[in-house]
């Protein structure tokens, strides 16, 4: 397969290449340090069309691909994951929810100010007794005999872009019925901020992603309209995995991001750090490793873009989604352990962004499903039992 990028797509991503080391690298230490949601950033990024890219002009999208957004992803990440997770969470799981799924009128009502980075969306599915078992769900929605409105129950967890100035709506998974087996029957309403009985947490704190939003939330009698039901009763679970299969395309790319930054930071530091006399960059056990962390970076951009360019094609890219996930996210720890380590005492120092990159690169084997999570469908995807 010929993974180069078109004239388009490169012209995209030095565009965000350059975003990301004139406009973001200069803010975002601080920000990071302080825990404050990085908005004049993401006030940028809405300017740029960055959270419309895989969206149709029609709804106010840049009628890109989910390549595009990949790329954007990746050159945000090599600076700061932070931002990164911010527009890939408003993407992924806040916006395309709404359009993969959504009634034309929902699309036109929401999806114009998602796609400009005015309003965020957010997707409710973790629950504190229920992580990757989504299957085990205790939200409750009960619709009103009377009004025909959703009546909301129940509590979720670590919800990124869930409680900024901008956030507008977040998609809650919810049981709805039971089959006559007694299976929950899982949907998808969108419930926007300010709800009344809709309770906003205060934020985490995180190892990781700082300058990111993640919080929890609950519900307590939340009413919303019956025509906020995103897509088929009871189809919700189905949704949340076709969500989740495409999210892990994107986080793959973050954490490659993450992973080439690595190289970056180390490259630039081992020309400028000397030891006995010479730069470190001189020595071979230090260019091994970068030798290592770079060839592993570019594996995981292999990993994918393959992926992305089945999902573009219209092809399964299940299987191929988990493989990059996994791979990436693992690359991402091991390239952030490794620079840490060539930088010596400064890797420990926050100063240096090879710190930042360390505490950011663990929850990528965790988030949008965890690693033995993507064996799991690793194995099934290769014919071994379910």
Known sequence: ?????TSEHEELRRTVAEFAQDVVAPKIGDLYERHEFPYEIVREMGRMGLFGLPFP?????????????????????RVDSSVAITLEAGVSLGAMPVFRFGTEEQKRRWLPQLCAG??????????????????????????????????INGSKCFITNAGTDITGLVT????????????????????????????????????GWNASDTRGLSFSDVRVPGGNLLGEEGRG???????LDEGRVAIAALATGLAQGCVDESVKYARE?????????????????????????????????????????GESFKKEAAVAKLYSSAVAVDNAREATQIHGGYGFMNEYPVARMWRDSKI??????????????IARELGLPA
């Open 237 to 243: 679970y189905a949704q949340f995995l076709r969500i």
């Open 57 to 77: 002009q029609e709804y106010g999208g840049m009628g890109g691909d989910y390549l595009a957004l990949g790329i954007a992803l990746e050159e945000l990440a």
């Open 1 to 5: 397969m010929d993974h180069r990028l």
């Open 364 to 377: 990528l084997e965790i988030g949008e499903g965890t690693s033995e999570v993507q064996r799991m469908l």
């Open 118 to 151: 005015e309003m965020l969306g957010a997707f409710g599915l973790t629950e504190p007794e229920c992580g990757s078992d989504a299957g085990g769900t205790r939200t409750t929605a009960v619709r009103d005999e009377v009004t025909g409105e959703w009546v």
């Open 172 to 207: 809650v998974t919810a049981v709805t019925g039971r089959t006559p087996d007694e299976r929950p029957l899982i949907s998808s309403i969108v419930v926007p901020s300010g709800t009344p009985g809709l309770t906003v947490a205060a934020p985490y704190s995180k190892v």
């Open 273 to 313: 750090r000397r030891a006995f006399g010479r730069p470190i960059g001189d020595y071979q056990a230090i260019q091994f490793k970068i030798a290592d962390m770079g060839m592993r970076a570019h594996m995981a951009r292999v990993g994918w873009r393959d992926a992305a360019s089945r999902l573009v094609r």
